[in-house]
């Protein structure tokens, strides 16, 4: 199993940028995809993105694409997520999570481990 942590998140302004961190420990991240979701208030969790660890290989949500940027620091067991151009829709809790496959996956079932997330507030 592996655990995984996620920061950076906060209060901001639309229009503003944030980066997001998932800290990996337990495990070694390379044979892992990483994904990215998120979860607004009465709303099921939605994927924004992920990442194959190993090789860098992404997949996007197609709203995501060209404001939302995943990367991974494999020497550090970390993963991010940069979003830009944020507005009040992007209010959530965002959450990491890991799947054995390797592979990146749209779908939250194909994860098998979870951070508790970190809560992203854009303020109009």
């Known amino acids: 199993q592996i655990q995984l942590v996620e920061s950076g998140g906060g209060l901001v302004q639309t229009g503003d940028s944030l980066r997001l961190s998932c800290s990996a420990s337990?495990?070694?991240?390379?044979?892992?995809?990483v994904g990215w979701f998120r979860q607004a208030p009465g709303q099921e969790r939605k994927f924004i993105a992920a990442?194959?660890?190993?090789?860098?290989?992404?997949l996007y949500e197609d709203s995501a694409k060209g404001r939302v940027t995943v990367s991974k620091d494999s020497t550090r067991s970390m993963v991010y997520l940069q979003m830009l151009n944020l507005k009040p829709d992007d209010t959530a809790v965002y959450y990491c999570?890991?799947?054995?496959?390797?592979?990146?996956?749209?779908?939250?079932?194909?994860?098998?481990?979870w951070g508790p997330g970190t809560q992203v507030t854009v303020s109009s």
């Open positions: 337990g495990r070694s991240l390379s044979r892992y995809a």
């Open positions: 990442i194959r660890v190993i090789n860098g290989v992404t």
């Open positions: 999570a890991a799947t054995p496959t390797g592979i990146p996956q749209r779908a939250s079932s194909r994860y098998d481990d």
